[in-house]
């Protein structure tokens, strides 16, 4: 079925306007999957806010081109599928990492975050990625340990009195 210039127009429009707005992408070829291993994808895509899309390699280039995901253009050959992470950097390697476990046939060729091109060596790294409220948790206990450790400090100060005193006080209850 041929796409009339409109809906191909339309279809680079929309993947360039996520693609814009995405913190990462990944780029793999799905040949040999079936339509209900992509629809378990898709489902699994939907579940990690990652925008999934298989398109037309020409289409793909055209949508990328501009974005800081252009280098991947070179790498789109074949049946592609491309994942754009719309919440966290690693949400799309993720997605892929878990589904590559239980179907070989899907291969990442390329992946990008923040303009760099990686190889598919990197997804494990990029899945690995905290997510936004792991990150900001993170933060939070980084912030929060010098405090904890001025409130012990203060704390022990005078923990350290009461002990010295009851220890004068033994001793001279011992010598009395």
Known sequence: MTLSLEEKQAIVAEVAEVA????SA????????????MNALRKQARNGSVYLRVVKNTLARRAV?????EGMAEVIKGPMILAFSQE???AAARVFKTFI???EKLVVKALSI?????GPADLERLASLPTKGQAISMLMSCMQAPIAKLARTLNEIPGKMVRTVAAIGE???AAG
């Open 20 to 23: 814009a707005k995405a913190h």
């Open 26 to 37: 990944v780029c793999a070829e799905y040949a040999g999957l079936t339509s209900n291993q």
């Open 65 to 69: 081109k501009g974005t800081e995901y």
């Open 88 to 90: 966290d950097p690693g």
């Open 101 to 103: 476990k239980d179907h």
């Open 114 to 118: 923040g303009g760099k091109l990686l």
């Open 171 to 173: 001793q001279k209850q």
